[in-house]
């Protein structure tokens, strides 16, 4: 079986193998960090965690660089908006995209830059391209030329002469670009309203880099000059990753990036969840709403990453009663006497396991279809939940090769390991707190305080604790608060 991917470039799923033999070096579009990201923005983090745990899974050293966006229009805005620094703005949000990141229990990359932090090298490759005569200059802002690079715009698969402005684009049309299709590399002065928030000396005068510029400076700094595999969320591909191209291409005459991949959007509401529309939520939300990160990176995970997928709060409780099902499943194994000699009629559980990571590895190798992973997964489980239902003991060999593959299964999709944490956490902390609070109903109600009695059961529940008076007391159960 190979590896394979959905190349954006040729348009064609492709056998993947990096440049350096077991060596994936990996770039990936970050986050820009001038508000809260939403699970729209976690759904193309969770999806690149997965490409990169199963690159690990099938033998392949990755390395991966994730800039962070600390410096462009939104970010500049903010900061003008708030009467604040530009790093008051984004020093936070890194802070709470970093929490989120491991609330949903994606693995640390190798490399996280900052824009600010790489000014220097993006100054180097604006030089580059000027040099290449790339560029042209107005007013203390350097532009590229599009029409100096054949090619442009292969990626998205556009015409230049018949290019429409769309996707994201940064407010370049106050720029007075030769070609309107032409982007600003570098963008002159400390200009208007935007004050000194954001400049830098360069060559051109002072002024700032240009959001494109930014990714390829860091993704050359930490990667080289050509690398494996680039993604981000479709919204990227034009004109954002069009342009990384270009700039990058035209300065080393070498091809930036080998594969191209591009995850489709979460939707909310059947539009594209965003913060301009509105319809978004924050990983934070839906945990103080009570919903486990176990279930909400199992469903970001659960669609295959190039098929949009709906956001509902339904379709997350679905996600949390899978995750339970599998969690369940384990805890039986576990649970479930095991014998060294089984005997004729034992059940094979091995070949189930052997089979389930013949199902997985096909299904992962095919451009990472991430929904018939799960679905041979839910296969095993049921066979496996069938065939211990009918026998009185298991052999040992057997319960370990199918814990063994759960241990796999969970090495790609991290929602198991998510689940025990989400088990034990805070649990003595919880419990004492539960202890008192029912001390404290039981006096409210020896007293006929019947209305603060009640508040406090609801009190309870909004922690996900549920409580049953019988004739021995009140016993507690934990419920999800999402029920
Ligand atoms: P930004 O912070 O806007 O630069 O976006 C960070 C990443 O989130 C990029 O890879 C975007 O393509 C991705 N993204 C933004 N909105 C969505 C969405 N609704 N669904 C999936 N990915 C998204
Ligand atoms: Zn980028």
Redesign the pocket.
Known sequence: MTLRFHNTLTRTVQDFEPAEEGHVRMYT????VYER?HI??F??FAWEDLLRRYLKWRGYRVTQVMNL?DVDDRTIQAAIDRGVSLEQVTAPVTETFFEDWETLGLEPVEHNPRATGHVPQMIDLVRRLEEGGFTYEKDGSVYFAIDRFPGYGRLANIDPEALRVGGRVEGDENYPKENPRDFVLWKGGARGDEGDVAVWGSPWGPGRPGWHLECSAMAMEYLGETLDIHT?????IFPHHVNEIAQSEAATGKPFSRWWLH?E??LSEGE???KSVGNFYTIESLVDRGHRPSAIRYLLLSAHYRTQLNFTLEGLKDADRAVGRLFEFRRRLAETPSTDDPGVDAPDLEGLANSWRESFTEALDDDLNASDGLGATFTMVREANLALDSAATASTAGLEALEAALGDFDAVFGVLSLRDGEETSGSAELEEWVVQRIAARAAARAGRDFGRADAIRDELLDRGVALEDGPSGTRWKLVSKAD
């Open positions: 579009c970050g986050p820009t990201a729209g923005n759904r193309a966006t981000g969320g479709v919204d990227n995850a959007h979460l594209k969840m965003s």
